[in-house]
Each structure stands twice: as C-alpha cells, then as structure tokens.
C-alpha cells in the first residue's frame, strides 16, 4: 500500500448574489475540482473527489501522476491541518 500526498488549491469563489464560497482543484488530476460554502467543506470535497479519483484510476489500470509536489510514502502517514 502506498500513501500519496496531493497539494490542492482553495480559492475564493462567491456567487453572483454575494454569498461566499470557495472551489477547489488538484491540478496533477485532471478534472478533480469540487466547491463547497466553507473553506472547511471543499477541502472536505476535494479530499472525496481526489479518493474516488485515484480509486478510479487504479480500476481502470491507469497510472497515477507522480508528478512535482506529489509525495508518495510507502509507510502510513496522517495529515493534520489546524
């Protein structure tokens, strides 16, 4: 088992009427993007979508990019953001 490690990015995104919100993406996967009302619940999200992405590739014999900033461990490890 392999522990992988993908840098993402939350950026400000309201909608038309104000409200605020937030999106989210990992660039090194194509098409993992996700939103949510909090900064809390798109990194919340994209945790979900990169999962189920990478779940996806490996179903489909698809190799995970291994590209700069994704870490891989081959230990577990836990990751902690306050």
């Not at 660039?27 to 992405?53: F, Q």
């Amino acid at each position: 088992m392999r522990t992988y490690l993908f840098p993402v990015v939350v950026e400000e995104d309201p909608f038309e009427d104000g409200r605020m919100a937030y999106h989210a993406y990992c660039p090194a996967l194509k098409g993992a993007s996700t939103w949510g009302y909090t900064k809390e619940e798109a990194l919340k999200n994209i945790r979900e979508v990169v999962e189920m992405t990478l779940e996806s590739m490996k179903e489909h014999g698809e190799p995970i990019p291994q590209e700069p900033g994704v870490e891989i461990f081959t230990e577990p490890r836990v990751a902690v953001t306050v």
